[in-house]
C-alpha cells in the first residue's frame, strides 16, 4: 500500500481509504504472490481472484506486449475495476469454471495461476451484502448477486442437525449445537433476515472476550456454505492441475485453516484430503511441487492492512 493509502475507523468499521476515498479492495502480499508466478513476459497467466485488480495489474506489469492475462470474479461489482488493456480478458464467473472458460478463450495450457482465496473489503464494508457483523442489512452473503440461496435462506431452512454441521466444519466452533438450536427456535417465531436478527440470537452465545473472533467464524461459516466455497476451491485446484503446463506456478493466498489445508495437501498429495499415493518405486504420485515454505506478511503489511494477519501464501510448480 503506498503512503497516500491508509485505514481508518469509522465507527468501529475499519475501512482502506486512499486519498481520502474507499479502496475496493487492499491486495495481500501482492509482491511475493506475483513473485511466485516467476512471470514471463510472453507467458499466459489467469488471476481466479479478480476482485479490486491489484495482482492483476502487477502481473500486467511484468507481462510483455505478448503476454496475456484472463481474470476471474463472479461479483458484477469487480467488471468496474477492469483495466483498459487489450491483453487482459475479464470473465464473470466463478473460478471453479476455469477449465471450461479457458477452453472457449482458445487457452489451453497456461504459464500461472494466481488465487487471492479472500473476501475484498469491498464486500466486508458494504452494509447492503451482509458480509458484516458490523452493520444491520439483509442476511445475504452472496458473491454472486443472482445465486440463489442466500445466509438468510441458509438460516430459515436448513434443519438444526444441517446448521450445527456447517458451523462446526467451516467454523469450527465448539458450541454449534447450540446456536443451531437457538436459531431454529428463534425463526419459529419469526423469520431471521437481517444481520441483526441473526446477532441477536447467536451473539448471547458467544464467550465472552472472544465475542469478535467467534462472530467472525460464524459468519465465515455462513458465507462459506452460501456460495459453495471449499467445492469451488476443490474444483478450481483440480483444473490448475490440467491447465498449467509444466513448469508453470500456482500462487495461492489463504486466510483460514479450511482451505489453506486443502491447499496444502494438493501442492504436496494431489488431492485436498493429503493421501499419499506413490508409485511402485515409492515417489509421490503429485502434479505439483512445493516451491519453499509458506509465507505470511510481515509486521509492516498488517500494520497497513489489519486484514491481512490471517494469510498465508503457498507457491508450487507444476511438475
Known amino acids: 500500500m503506498d503512503e497516500a493509502r491508509q485505514w481508518t475507523n ?17 491486495p495481500v502480499l501482492l509482491g511475493p504472490s506475483v513473485d511466485g508466478l516467476d512471470v514471463k513476459p510472453g507467458g499466459v497467466y489467469v488471476d481466479v481472484t479478480f476482485g479490486g485488480g491489484g495482482h492483476s495489474r502487477e502481473i500486467l506489469s511484468r507481462l510483455g506486449p505478448s503476454g496475456r492475462l484472463l481474470g476471474f470474479d463472479q461479483d458484477e461489482d469487480a467488471e468496474g475495476n477492469v483495466p483498459c488493456d487489450e491483453r487482459f480478458t475479464f470473465v464473470r464467473s466463478n473460478f471453479r469454471y476455469l477449465k471450461n472458460f479457458l477452453r472457449y478463450y482458445g487457452v489451453e495450457q497456461v504459464d500461472g495461476i494466481l488465487a487471492d482465496l479472500g473476501v475484498s473489503s469491498h464486500h466486508f464494508d458494504d452494509s447492503t451484502r451482509g458480509f458484516s457483523f458490523r452493520f444491520d442489512g439483509a442476511l445475504d452473503m452472496r458473491m454472486n448477486k443472482h445465486a440463489a440461496l442466500t445466509a438468510a435462506g441458509v438460516v430459515n431452512t436448513y434443519d438444526e442437525s444441517r446448521l450445527a454441521d456447517l458451523f462446526k466444519l467451516y467454523g469450527e466452533l465448539p458450541g454449534s449445537h447450540r446456536l443451531a438450536a437457538a436459531l431454529v427456535k428463534a425463526r419459529a417465531r419469526n423469520p431471521i433476515t437481517t444481520t441483526g436478527d441473526f446477532l441477536a440470537v447467536v451473539q448471547p452465545l458467544l464467550g465472552r472476550g472472544r465475542e469478535k473472533k467467534d462472530l467472525a467464524k460464524v459468519f465465515q461459516a455462513l458465507r462459506m456454505e452460501v456460495n459453495h466455497e471449499t467445492d469451488a476451491l476443490r474444483e478450481m485446484l483440480a483444473a ?3 491447465v498449467l503446463r509444466p513448469g508453470g506456478r500456482l500462487s495461492v493466498i489463504t486466510y483460514h485453516s479450511i482451505e489453506d489445508r486443502m491447499v496444502k495437501n494438493v501442492m504436496k498429495t494431489g488431492n485436498p484430503e493429503g493421501r499419499a499415493e506413490k508409485d511402485f518405486f515409492g515417489n509421490m504420485q503429485s502434479p505439483f511441487r ?18 491481512s494477519r490471517s494469510a498465508k501464501l503457498r507457491v508450487a510448480e507444476r511438475c
Open 240 to 242: 490448475a492441475a490440467d
Open 290 to 307: 512445493p516451491l519453499g515454505k509458506p509465507l505470511a506478511p510481515g509486521a509492516d503489511e498488517v500494520e497497513r492492512n489489519p486484514r
Open 10 to 26: 469509522e465507527g468501529g468499521a475499519t475501512v482502506a481509504r486512499q486519498d481520502g476515498v474507499a479502496v475496493y479492495h487492499v
